[in-house]
């Protein structure tokens, strides 16, 4: 084994991890002066010759889009987005029925991973500062030495790499974390959900035209799993079918390109038609695991620190995981601003102890929308509770904001969207025992439980 690279100078820092957290990482640090060297396992997506990983479309909503903004590539990001103003639920029928998001004008972007990834990567490249190396496999970390030890893919050859400041952004298999793992008191869990996802495609129509409405994100909720779709550019939605791995409907269930067909024709009747690929995909195609992971401390020393999904895996059932790991950047910026450059032990511990209770709390959000997904959007009177909620944050603006546009549209912590989505819940369930229809909102006797129920409230 040879050692590499010369030792790191004082405001030099490395990356693990050159996915959507680290790339943008880079464009934060190296806009502050510092050196950046990005290290990355698999090969530069950006050459042709690479096959795309994971093709799910993501959700970028205001965290991300307040993150993007802070290194000025928001504009750049929005001409490659498709704004999803709301949901389209489709019951087993065809029937179809919308739910806004939030108010007028307010939506999330449908946005594709690859092609955010690559864009970040040409940004961060642009940067004088800045190094990419991919195929860079981590085997190891000496935590006291400051020493990575790296196996190249290409060439099979291994050597060290030193560090002064290492930042994970390596995802939720993180081998940084994997190296903290092994430190006194370091307390790390992984919950997997019995749930498997697929990905799958809906075709653009003639000349590219989106087959189904284009501006929403589509959801099939089946009580227990469901299908979603998100627009491409293209014409096409990338569809995610959430599916449990075992029982009489699941994964395991479903064996032969036959079964495939008459499932999906049964439980998705107008999408089957417009998924012309379905059985090759579905048999080509992973079947991929759906995670959540809380570790803490996050930190080493003054000398390396966990973001993003190494930090905080979540299942994506709010679309908030890239949101929580942009945001990250943007915490770790204005810590930077707040403290200076080199103030490194105040910021990691102050990082840590802001981020840590935010993103538990974004993992029970994630866990709890994926039951709203999957069961209650079919539930009539689950929608009538959202029109009335609508109807109480117009009345009582900034009193009364729904905990979907806490978290999606707006940059309050999560912990507090949490807090007050939970109380607002107890609310409504005494607000619904009087609510029929959506007319008996206005009744005298409503309104002034309404009224009372407010006046109870934190700032009431």
């Known amino acids: 084994m040879s050692s590499v690279s010369p030792p790191a100078a004082t405001d030099s820092v490395t990356i693990m991890g050159a996915g959507l957290v680290g790339s943008l990482l880079s464009l934060y640090l190296a806009r502050r002066g510092h050196v950046v060297q990005v290290l990355e396992r698999r090969p530069d997506p950006r050459r042709a010759d690479v096959r795309e990983g994971r093709s799910i479309n993501l959700a970028l909503s205001d965290r991300g889009w307040k993150a993007l903004a802070g290194v000025g590539v928001a504009d750049d990001i929005r001409q490659v987005g498709i704004p999803m103003s709301g949901r389209v639920m489709h019951d087993v029928h065809g029937n179809l029925t919308r739910q806004p998001y939030g108010r007028e004008g307010q939506a999330i972007y449908s946005v594709n991973r690859g092609q955010l990834n690559r864009r970040l990567l040409d940004l961060a490249e642009a940067q004088p500062g800045v190094r990419l190396r991919f195929g860079q496999q981590c085997l190891g970390i000496d935590l006291r030495a400051q020493e990575i030890r790296l196996r190249d893919t290409e060439t099979d050859e291994e050597h060290t790499a030193p560090y002064s400041r290492l930042f994970a952004s390596d995802g939720a298999f993180s081998a940084v974390r994997a190296a903290l793992q092994r430190t006194d008191r370091f307390d790390y869990s992984q919950n997997f959900l019995d749930y498997g996802y697929k990905e799958l495609t809906i075709a653009a129509g003639a000349g590219g035209a989106w087959q189904l409405e284009k501006n929403a994100l589509h959801i099939w909720p089946r009580g227990q799993y469901l299908m979603i779709a998100l627009p491409n550019l293209d014409g096409s939605f990338n569809c995610t079918l959430f599916f449990p791995f075992?029982?009489?409907?699941?994964?395991?269930?479903?064996?032969?390109?036959?079964?495939?067909?008459?499932?999906?024709?049964?439980?998705?009747?107008?999408?089957?038609?417009?998924?012309?690929?379905?059985?090759?995909?579905?048999?080509?195609?992973?079947?991929?695991?759906?995670?959540?992971?809380?570790?803490?401390?996050?930190?080493?020393?003054?000398?390396?620190?966990?973001?993003?999904?190494?930090?905080?895996?979540?299942?994506?059932?709010?679309?908030?995981?890239?949101?929580?790991?942009?945001?990250?950047?943007?915490?770790?910026?204005?810590?930077?601003?707040?403290?200076?450059?080199?103030?490194?032990?105040?910021?990691?511990?102050?990082?840590?102890?802001?981020?840590?209770?935010?993103?538990?709390?974004?993992?029970?959000?994630?866990?709890?929308?994926?039951?709203?997904?999957?069961?209650?959007?079919?539930?009539?009177?689950?929608?009538?509770?959202?029109?009335?909620?609508?109807?109480?944050?117009?009345?009582?603006?900034?009193?009364?904001?729904?905990?979907?546009?806490?978290?999606?549209?707006?940059?309050?912590?999560?912990?507090?969207?949490w807090a007050a989505g939970q109380r607002q819940d107890a609310i409504m369930v005494r607000l619904m025992a009087h609510i029929q229809a959506e007319a008996d909102y206005e009744q005298p006797a409503v309104q002034a439980l309404v009224r009372q129920e407010l006046a109870q409230q934190p700032g009431g």
Request: hydrophobic content about 45%; overall charge negative.
């Open 246 to 417: 075992e029982g009489p409907e699941s994964f395991a269930a479903l064996q032969t390109p036959a079964e495939v067909t008459a499932f999906f024709t049964r439980v998705f009747p107008d999408a089957t038609p417009l998924m012309p690929a379905l059985t090759e995909e579905f048999f080509a195609h992973p079947t991929g695991s759906l995670v959540t992971v809380r570790c803490f401390p996050w930190k080493y020393a003054d000398n390396v620190l966990l973001l993003g999904d190494a930090a905080h895996a979540i299942v994506p059932f709010y679309g908030q995981g890239m949101n929580a790991g942009f945001e990250d950047c943007t915490v770790l910026n204005q810590l930077l601003d707040q403290h200076g450059d080199a103030a490194w032990a105040t910021i990691f511990a102050e990082f840590q102890a802001q981020r840590k209770p935010n993103n538990d709390a974004m993992a029970d959000l994630a866990i709890y929308n994926f039951v709203e997904m999957r069961d209650r959007v079919a539930d009539p009177r689950f929608l009538l509770q959202k029109k009335i909620e609508a109807k109480i944050a117009t009345q009582y603006p900034g009193r009364w904001v729904p905990l979907y546009a806490q978290v999606t549209f707006s940059d309050t912590p999560y912990a507090e969207a």
